[in-house]
């Protein structure tokens, strides 16, 4: 059921966004913008729709905050592979969009998504007035200085720094770059549906930590193929990941733990949240 749940959601979602992209036009940044969204796993944009859906959201209200949220986590992507960042040739199976362009088209392509993820929340089809403000501004607080930015620049500080990061430190910096988009995504249900986010927030964190956790683990045990991009990089860097500072078992461990921490915060949603339970469990099992 989850299964189907995760391949509708994507569907929907992919679709979405093809549609939205392709009144962009036919030049580089549109083409550019509409390559940096196509595939992935769009476990953000499954989150705000299933979450909305607890709330009884319609699919085509929430699919513009779900379109948003990808498209801005897209952004994300493409300038953390810039050779300025993370150094990274290899994206969802396909060339990154700096080894299929150019730097600057990567920079221009970055900096359209971004742009194109406030447009959505704005359209009057996202919401009410009330809503697309909430919105707008939850997101911005998650992407910007003091969520995924944030997250970004205390990852490239460490590495410059003699020291390895403890882990509070690099729960810290992980809950900022991954975890923040998660996050939202589980809050954006919320919104649309006025109700109390705080335990979808409490389920979204435990999730985006162990999510983190899952990428360390796929970056020592996972296949590149399969994962479609570069492996191994952390230890070859000397980086501080949740493996190297808790151990293989351990690191996984703290995985479990923190799924159950997920399901137990879906409590009071009863069955009715039992794909959000089991998008807790996938995210510990997956291979990409």
Not at 38 to 48: A, D, S, Y
Not at 218 to 247: I, N, Q
């Amino acid at each position: 059921m989850f299964t189907a749940a995760l391949a509708g959601a994507q569907g929907a979602t992919s679709a979405f966004l093809v549609q939205e992209l392709a009144r962009l036009g036919s030049d580089r940044v549109a083409e550019g913008m509409r390559y940096a969204t196509n595939g992935g796993k769009r476990l953000r944009g499954f989150l705000v729709l299933d979450t909305a859906g607890l709330f009884d959201v319609a699919p085509a209200q929430a699919l513009y905050a779900a379109g948003a949220v990808e498209c801005l986590h897209a952004y994300s992507l493409v300038h953390d592979d810039l050779p300025c960042m993370d150094d990274d040739d290899l994206r969802r199976g396909q060339a990154t969009v700096h080894v299929k362009w150019d730097e600057a088209t990567a920079v221009l392509v970055g900096d359209a998504l971004q742009s194109f993820a406030f447009e959505l929340l704005t359209d009057p089809h996202a919401g009410d007035d009330a809503q697309r403000v909430a919105l707008v501004a939850s997101l911005a607080r998650a992407s910007g200085a003091q969520g995924m930015v944030l997250g970004q620049a205390q990852d490239i500080a460490a590495e410059t720094t003699a020291a390895p990061l403890s882990l509070d430190q690099i729960t810290e910096l992980q809950g900022n770059k991954t975890g923040r988009l998660i996050e939202w995504s589980a809050e954006a249900g919320a919104i649309l549906g006025r109700a109390d986010p705080a335990q979808l927030r409490a389920y979204a964190r435990a999730i985006g930590l162990a999510f983190q956790i899952s990428d360390d683990i796929l970056d020592v045990e996972g296949d590149a193929g399969t994962a479609g991009k570069a492996l191994h990089k952390d230890a070859a860097a000397g980086k501080a990941t949740f493996v190297s500072l808790l151990g293989l078992d351990g690191a996984k461990a703290r995985a479990a733990d923190l799924v159950a921490e997920a399901e137990e915060a879906l409590a009071p949603y009863g069955n009715t949240a039992h794909n959000l339970r089991a998008l807790a469990r996938y995210i510990v099992s997956r291979d990409k």
